[in-house]
T-cell receptor, first 114, second 113 residues
Framework: AQSVTQLGSHVSVSEGALVLLRCNYSSSVPPYLFWYVQYPNQGLQLLLKYTTGATLVKGINGFEAEFKKSETSFHLTKPSAHMSDAAEYFC????????????FGGGTRVLVKP | EAGVTQSPTHLIKTRGQQATLRCSPISGHTSVYWYQQALGLGLQFLLWYDEGEERNRGNFPPRFSGRQFPNYSSELNVNALELEDSALYLCASSPRGYSYEQYFGPGTRLTVT
């Protein structure tokens, strides 16, 4: 069975500073990987995904993530935080063998300080 | 293009009652997924429907059920409501096939008193 671990349930960054959110997964085969963002009282919005091919994936709002198979990681970064980045971020994996379901990490809440 | 829509936005029920939540997928999407986001339990997969059939089910009791209609919209039914069923229920849709990402609706907040 696959699982996802997000290190740090809360992260505080200053506006303009680097945002780094960590995600590690456990799976018997390389899964498809996703990052979603959830703003207060809203659903989930897809930031980016990795399926195959280039391991550095660029998403919306200046975010990018790198798939590292040897480290079973898919960390999310943004070079310069903006106040609008304050939200909760979820890493998720999907395996065909698991029937298309997304398995989510526990989420990381990002606070951006002015 | 309209996104995934869910109704109602909020639903308040009493323990033991039944709740019905509705979801309309993005036009052209045939798969609908249901997830529960409960406080302290995170996001958990409930059900996957595709082409009117239940394709996968999460680790939830049978009183959680649903169906998908010919127009690909879906209902989630929760019978014999318990206090711990209070959560945000999220619906997602995708085109048919494995490699497609899931697009989420705004959710229905179910409160059981």
């Amino acid at each position: 069975a696959q699982s996802v671990t997000q290190l740090g349930s809360h992260v505080s960054v200053s506006e303009g500073a680097l945002v780094l959110l960590r995600c590690n997964y456990s799976s018997s085969v390389p899964p498809y990987l996703f990052w979603y963002v959830q703003y207060p009282n809203q659903g989930l919005q897809l930031l980016l995904k990795y399926t195959t091919g280039a391991t550095l994936v660029k998403g919306i709002n200046g975010f990018e993530a790198e798939f590292k198979k040897s480290e079973t990681s898919f960390h999310l970064t943004k070079p310069s935080a903006h106040m609008s980045d304050a939200a909760e971020y979820f890493c998720a994996v999907s395996l065909k063998a698991a029937g298309n379901k997304l398995t989510f990490g526990g989420g990381t809440r990002v606070l951006v300080k002015p | 293009e309209a996104g995934v829509t869910q109704s109602p936005t909020h639903l308040i029920k009493t323990r033991g009652q039944q709740a019905t939540l509705r979801c309309s997928p993005i036009s052209g999407h045939t798969s609908v997924y249901w997830y529960q986001q409960a406080l302290g339990l995170g996001l958990q997969f409930l059900l996957w429907y595709d082409e009117g059939e239940e394709r996968n089910r999460g680790n939830f009791p049978p009183r959680f059920s649903g169906r998908q209609f010919p127009n690909y919209s879906s209902e989630l039914n929760v019978n014999a409501l318990e206090l711990e069923d209070s959560a945000l229920y999220l619906c997602a849709s995708s085109p048919r096939g494995y490699s497609y990402e899931q697009y989420f609706g705004p959710g229905t907040r179910l409160t059981v008193t």
